[in-house]
T-cell receptor
Framework: AQSVTQLDSQVPVFEEAPVELRCNYS??????LFWYVQYPNQGLQLLLK??????LVKGINGFEAEFNKSQTSFHLRKPSVHISDTAEYFC??????????FGTGTRLLVSP | DGGITQSPKYLFRKEGQNVTLSCEQN?????MYWYRQDPGQGLRLIYY???????QKGDIAEGYSVSREKKESFPLTVTSAQKNPTAFYLC???????????????FGQGTRLTVV
């Protein structure tokens, strides 16, 4: 069965600084990978997804992620964050015909 | 606009009562899911349904029940057997079940259930 690890439970960063949120997964088969964002008391919104093809995936709100098969990682990056990016971010993996599995989330805190 | 609607947004339950959370989607999706979210634990799967009139238990199904009589509706009942029901509940749907490229899940806005 696949699993997802988000090592950082919280990432503080100053406005306009770059940020990277880390995600590692384990699976013995090909995977589909997703990043979701959740604002307080709301549902999850898809930021980006990797299905196949180019390993660099661009999403909404200026975010991008790179699929690295050898390191089994799918880290999320943004070159310059805004206060409005403060939210919780979830990495998720789907493999084979197994369920979509979510990480425990990383809270991004952007300060002025 | 297409989407998933969960109601109510906030729900209070007395101990020993059953409550039903509503989830409706107009995306024409085959698959629907219920997740429970607790602080620091991410999302845990309660039940899922890949087609009408069929559903399967997820990782934490005890104390919960569902039905899938219509494609667009997937209500969740939190029964009195659920020992710790206070949580944020999220409903989601996808155009196909797990394993295909269309496993992207679309989420509702959630229902926050509090036991009083």
């Amino acid at each position: 069965a696949q699993s997802v690890t988000q090592l950082d439970s919280q990432v503080p960063v100053f406005e306009e600084a770059p940020v990277e949120l880390r995600c590692n997964y384990s699976s013995s088969v090909s995977v589909y990978l997703f990043w979701y964002v959740q604002y307080p008391n709301q549902g999850l919104q898809l930021l980006l997804k990797y299905l196949s093809g180019s390993t660099l995936v661009k999403g909404i709100n200026g975010f991008e992620a790179e699929f690295n098969k050898s390191q089994t990682s799918f880290h999320l990056r943004k070159p310059s964050v805004h206060i409005s990016d403060t939210a919780e971010y979830f990495c998720a993996v789907s493999a084979g015909f197994q369920k979509l599995v979510f990480g425990t989330g990383t809270r991004l805190l952007v300060s002025p | 606009d297409g989407g998933i609607t969960q109601s109510p947004k906030y729900l209070f339950r007395k101990e020993g009562q059953n409550v039903t959370l509503s989830c409706e989607q107009n995306l024409n999706h085959d698959a629907m899911y219920w997740y429970r979210q607790d602080p620091g634990q991410g999302l845990r799967l309660i039940y899922y349904s890949q087609i009408v009139n069929d559903f399967q238990k997820g990782d934490i199904a005890e104390g919960y029940s569902v039905s899938r009589e219509k494609k667009e509706s997937f209500p969740l009942t939190v029964t009195s057997a659920q020992k710790n029901p206070t949580a944020f509940y999220l409903c989601a749907s996808s155009s196909e079940g797990w394993g295909g490229p269309n496993t992207e899940a679309f989420f509702g806005q959630g229902t926050r259930l509090t036991v009083v």
